[in-house]
């Protein structure tokens, strides 16, 4: 069970506006460690983003451990009468199961080409708010879904952020076709060569068959040792390729990012 925050007041600072949240009416003498589980963390961020929706709002609905849980707070608000007119865009089949089950009415971009707002999860966050998502295999829906929104608010704790993207080591994940997609692999992989990059085909199931995304296509997760540099060159190089779909690098996407960490929130809003 999530623990809740005291009352908190924000302040900015620059480049980006970051509003550090804190206790409001506690002297550091006074407070005493309350230490918060990941998830508890991942809560809090959420419930602070949905502070965005409101009534009447085409919202996207994010995938994952973080979206989950805002996805639940906004069929709270519907219940209570706080909110209404919402339309959810769901961004994987996953998601669409739960909006459903809570009775979030949905739709889907054809019929609502511009949302209003998205709220979604990140595997990575950098200083100047690129993201790594796609970890949860949803990266293209989510991209078509996030890049047609007017506000994107990503929601983290504080283990996501990151000097630099694949600073932490694990996935930078690409979607691809099945067709010949060993062929697809080694040439993602050459491309980043001066950054120690590795390519693994996602797998899952004790047999090891190729993990399939909603849309029916394969994951290569990208695995770098080093910077890879410019991010857009590097996008631009990806997205050549033939066989390649989709990747999981949402350059210039987010407007805003909340940061729930042990010390409280960190909004940041990009400038």
């Not at 998205?118 to 890049?147: C, T, W, Y």
Request: net charge negative; aromatic share 6%; with cysteine.
């Amino acid at each position: 069970m999530a623990i809740p925050y005291p009352h908190f007041v924000g302040s900015e600072k620059s480049p980006m506006e970051t509003g550090i949240l804190v206790p409001a009416s506690s002297s550091p003498a006074s407070l005493s460690p309350v230490i918060l589980t990941q998830d508890e963390l991942k809560k809090i961020a959420a419930y602070k983003a949905v502070e965005y929706v409101e009534s009447g709002m085409v919202l996207g609905l994010g995938t994952g451990s973080t979206a989950k849980h805002a996805v639940d707070r906004i069929a709270e608000l519907l219940r209570q009468g706080k909110l209404h007119n919402i339309v959810g865009i769901p961004t994987s089949k996953k998601t669409h199961e739960q909006a459903l089950s809570l009775g979030i009415p949905l739709s889907d971009l054809d019929a609502h080409p511009v949302v209003d707002l998205a709220i979604d999860g990140a595997d990575e966050v950098d200083p100047f708010l690129n993201l790594v998502k796609g970890r949860g295999g949803s990266l293209l829906r989510e991209k078509m879904v996030e890049s047609s929104c007017r506000k994107f608010v990503v929601i983290v704790d504080e283990s996501k952020l990151v000097k630099y993207l694949g600073g932490s080591g694990l996935a930078m994940p690409v979607e691809i076709v099945p067709f010949c997609w060993k062929f697809t692999a080694q040439r993602l992989q050459a491309l980043f060569e001066d950054s120690g990059c590795v390519a693994k085909l996602r797998t899952c199931g004790e047999n090891g068959e190729p993990s399939v995304t909603d849309n029916g296509n394969y994951v290569v997760d990208l695995y770098f040792k080093k910077d890879i540099g410019d991010l857009k060159a590097a996008s631009d190089d990806i997205l050549r390729l033939a066989g390649v779909v989709e990747h999981g690098m949402f350059i210039d996407m987010a407007t805003t990012v909340i940061v729930a960490g042990e010390l409280g929130i960190t909004v940041k809003n990009k400038l």
